[in-house]
């Protein structure tokens, strides 16, 4: 690609993309006036609350959960700086930028917080660790957006609404709407500009794009059953949660659908068999703490624990 | 490399045992087992 690129000044190039960029710009401008000042922010949650006071049991589960924050929106932060460079269209770059200032507020605000919880943060799992590289190491724009925009983003919008909703503790609960807020306008970047991307996918490229797909969700899947216990001493129904996050993604994939008039076949959530296998899974694999299990469904969940355990450390022994 | 390699051999692994389970949940819950999500429902 030569620079630079003069077509972005051409009046027929720009009417001609305007329209149909027009809310990607939109996402930058919001993003700046909504933009929210991290350091004030914390300091007024920390003065209001009276610091952060809360038993071992909770301050160690919040420590395990928000260790895949903290490295998720480092990642973010440096995934959407990759997209700001590889996309082109004026209106996109905008937003990824304008992401890439929120993922960075998000990283100081959760390190700062951490930091003020003390104990012992710990180390990645395994499960995040190999998704989030996955996504930093591609070079591929398509997976970054599918992987990063539609999957991870909403999987931390999930999270951040289960916590705030279950007050685990009230400094992190009040900071969460304000990421919840951002991260809606960051599954806003994939909505808007996938379908563009994967318009010209061929029958390998959509084959290879939901293997893909199913790798990521695989791993966080996993990954849930082995944080399972932590969520469990934060109070978070993750069977409630999985089901919100599951509407989330799919109220992603219906806006794609508008967006572009047509069915992105590379999104693995637009199928419905799929639908249906996801949605018996969540069923069985993660069923609501408050409601009675029979034998066989507590021997899936403990089984699936102790597996979770197990490949955790395989993909340790190999990064 | 070799962190792909086994992170692509652990997730087939991991999400053939998922769906062999899953299919044993589902034939044990045809064979007369209540699930509790449909327990709660009623």
């Not at chain 1, 200032?101 to 012992?120: I, N, S, T």
């Not at chain 1, 190491?137 to 992987?147: H, I, M």
């Amino acid at each position: 690609m030569s620079f630079p690129p003069y077509r972005l000044l051409d009046r027929d190039h720009i009417a001609k993309t305007q329209a149909k960029f027009e809310r990607l710009e939109r996402l930058y401008h919001v993003g700046q006036q909504k933009a929210w000042d991290g350091k004030q922010v914390l300091a007024d949650l920390l003065k209001k609350h009276g610091g952060i006071r809360i038993p071992d049991a909770k301050r160690i589960a919040i420590g395990e959960v928000f260790s895949v924050i903290l490295w998720g929106e480092l990642a973010a932060w440096s995934i959407a700086c990759d997209l700001a460079l590889m996309l082109e269209e004026p209106g996109a770059k905008m937003a990824a930028t304008s992401q890439a200032h929120d993922e960075a507020r998000h990283f100081y605000v959760m390190r700062d917080y951490l930091l003020e919880l003390g104990g012992k943060i710990p180390p990645l799992d395994g499960y995040t660790a190999t998704v989030l590289n996955d996504l930093l190491d591609t070079r591929r724009l398509s997976d970054k957006l599918l992987g990063m925009q539609l999957i991870v983003e909403t999987t931390a919008l999930t999270l951040f609404r289960a916590v705030a909703q279950a007050r685990v503790e009230p400094v992190l609960s009040d900071l969460m709407p304000y990421y919840e807020r951002d991260e809606a306008r960051h599954v806003g970047l994939g909505v808007l500009y996938l379908p563009t991307v994967l318009k010209g996918a061929d029958r390998l490229e959509t084959a290879r794009l939901r293997l893909f797909q199913l790798k990521l969700i695989t791993m966080i899947g996993w990954g849930t059953h082995l944080k399972q216990r932590y969520f469990k001493d934060l109070g978070i129904d993750h069977a409630e949660a999985m089901r919100y996050g599951n509407r989330m993604v799919q109220e992603a994939f219906e806006g794609m659908r508008s967006s572009e008039g047509g069915q992105p076949r590379a999104v693995l959530a637009s199928s419905a068999m799929m639908q249906r296998i996801n949605e018996k899974a969540m069923e069985v694999f993660f069923p609501s703490q408050e409601a009675p299990q029979p034998a066989w469904q507590r021997a899936v969940v403990g089984f699936c624990g102790q597996l979770a355990r197990v490949g955790d450390v395989a993909l340790r022994m190999a990064a | 490399m070799r962190r792909q390699i086994v992170g692509s051999v652990v997730a087939a692994s991991l999400f053939s045992v998922r769906m062999m389970l899953l299919a044993a949940a589902v034939v044990i819950e045809r064979l007369g087992g209540q699930p509790a999500q449909k327990e709660r429902a009623k």
